[in-house]
């Protein structure tokens, strides 16, 4: 099928046209996956296929190239909510969208969240930020104006299936999912979290990944939900202006998570 590319990280995604629609291709390189990561793998494109939301970005399905390399496809979205809060930062001066707007975004955010969260096995996304909230222009509506946008949130690469409660023996890096371990293999040594965004991560979810022990569950992404409501409001991203190193932040949230029980 014919296709442009959008942009290329881990994963390389592409526009694509099938049948005269226009979708999203988004290609991991799977070709030295073990037997295990591509069980795994194939378990969270199952998980993503299932999921049907207003406020969830549709993956249409899935297909393995002759040289092994996965590709998904997905709803093609016309931008994110971060490109959207990236045309309020560039005003002058900045100004914050309005509150009624600012409340629509994160009831969407919320929906989508209830849904996920209300499976049969509840799904934690583990990366809710702006970045991965993806936006649908409605009638008469255009990306500067958060008013007129409807909200898909996106990108599960590092969602999983949540253990019944009471259930710990995983430890995290077993949590992770088999579409993230494959971006990870592919990418040079960082200094972010295994999995989220420290940003907007839960104090309980950094703490396990730090220990590599303890437990947590999908309300880490209520707490991810309420970072998002900050950057909507201030225009800024949460600790940013702290001048927390990649080092330090992790730890602080830590600390906040133990000031808080």
């Not at 096995?121 to 990306?143: L, P, Y």
């Not at 880490?220 to 927390?244: C, Q």
Request: aromatic fraction near 8%; proline fraction near 5%.
């Amino acid at each position: 099928f014919p296709y442009t590319t959008l942009f290329r990280s881990a994963a390389s995604v592409y526009r694509a046209a099938v049948d005269g629609f226009s979708i999203a291709c988004k290609m991991y390189h799977a070709e030295q996956m073990t037997p295990a990561e591509r069980a795994a793998a194939e378990r969270d494109v199952r998980m993503m296929e299932s999921l049907n939301h207003p406020n969830v970005l549709l993956t249409l399905g899935h297909k393995y190239t002759t040289t092994g390399r996965l590709l998904l496809f997905v709803e093609l979205a016309s931008g994110t909510l971060s490109d959207t809060l990236d045309v309020y930062r560039a005003a002058s001066p900045a100004t914050p969208p309005t509150m009624p707007s600012i409340l629509r975004a994160v009831h969407q955010i919320a929906l989508a969240l209830a849904f996920l969260h209300g499976q049969p096995e509840a799904v934690a996304h583990r990366d809710v930020k702006t970045e991965n909230v993806f936006t649908a222009f409605v009638a008469g509506g255009d990306a500067a104006d958060l008013a007129r946008l409807q909200l898909k949130l996106g990108d599960f690469d590092s969602a999983r299936y949540m253990r019944p409660s009471g259930d710990e023996s995983e430890s995290e890096s077993a949590r992770s999912s088999g579409l993230w371990r494959l971006k990870r293999n592919r990418r040079a040594k960082r200094l972010s979290m295994n999995v989220g965004t420290p940003e907007f991560m839960a104090p309980e979810m950094v703490n396990s990944q730090l220990a590599d022990g303890g437990s947590y569950t999908e309300k880490v992404d209520v707490w991810s939900l309420g970072m998002t409501m900050f950057e909507l409001m201030t225009l800024k991203i949460p600790y940013r202006e702290d001048g927390y190193s990649r080092f330090e932040l992790p730890k602080k949230l830590v600390e906040i998570g133990r000031e808080h029980v």
